[in-house]
């Protein structure tokens, strides 16, 4: 799973 926005840390995490 890859971060929504690498730059967001924070985000939810897509493509399971």
């Known amino acids: ?3 929504l926005d690498l ?3 924070e985000a939810p ?3 399971s």
Do not use: E, L
């Open 1 to 3: 799973n890859f971060p």
């Open 7 to 9: 730059a967001s840390a």
């Open 13 to 15: 995490s897509v493509n």
